[in-house]
């Protein structure tokens, strides 16, 4: 099967791999790249805090351009996400401690962005949509809780097609379109997808582990 995963990551370090090697030349380290990517989903989630507090005084047009922008910090702090696994096996800079960090951090990036994204909808009167949005987080972590619970008993599951890097592209898309568009219709779409899907994902993971644990006892 066609692994499109594999191949996207390949161009885009054709892309990085130029940037990475100045990193490692001037001692950037890995757990830096983490945190400027976590500042920089923060950064995302005030735009989107500043879209809801223009849509609440009626200033539709500014709150979704501010949405758009907000999709452009995303997608742009998600490159630092991938950089920091680059750094850490190009360098030599691999440690447990980075791993944990990376993962701890890229629950709060998630959090924080998809928060946002619930108040944009909650002040435009969207709120069943504020609701999705919730849906989303909550299959967002549990996309993630899963997989961290199952490797501590020492099942891969690495099983589903929302898994983090396809929930950063759908939401940063989403968000931009809605600006370039005007039309909020499309990060509904986006939050929907997620909602559904990560939460599949989840219980397809769940399901996956209670296969691989049969076979074990």
């Known amino acids: 099967m066609f692994d499109y995963r594999t191949f996207i990551q390949k161009i885009i370090y054709v892309v990085i791999n130029p940037l990475i090697k100045g990193m490692i030349r001037i001692g950037i380290t890995p757990n830096i790249i983490t945190t400027i990517g976590l500042l920089g989903n923060i950064g995302a989630t005030a735009l989107f805090i500043a879209a809801a507090l223009n849509a609440q005084d009626g200033q539709q047009e500014t709150a979704l351009s501010l949405v758009g922008w907000g999709g452009v910090v995303i997608l742009l702090a998600g490159l630092f996400d991938m950089m920091d696994g680059r750094l850490a096996r190009m360098g030599n800079m691999s440690s447990t401690f980075g791993a944990l960090w ?29 609701v999705a949005t919730f849906l989303a987080m909550v299959g967002s972590v549990m996309v993630s809780y899963v ?23 759908v939401t940063a898309v989403a968000a931009i379109v809605s600006g370039c568009t005007g039309d909020l219709w499309w990060l509904a779409g986006g939050m929907l997808l997620i ?10 993971r769940v399901a996956h582990c209670y296969r691989q644990l049969n076979r074990h006892e």
């Open 102 to 130: 990376d993962s701890t951090l890229d629950r709060y990036s998630e959090l924080f962005t998809l928060f946002g994204i619930c108040l944009v909808f909650i002040q435009t009167g969207w709120f069943w949509m504020g």
């Open 147 to 169: 997989r961290a619970r199952a490797e501590g008993l020492n099942i891969e599951c690495k099983v589903g097609f929302m898994q983090r890097p396809e929930r950063v592209v």
């Open 195 to 204: 909602a559904v899907l990560a939460n599949i994902t989840a219980f397809w």
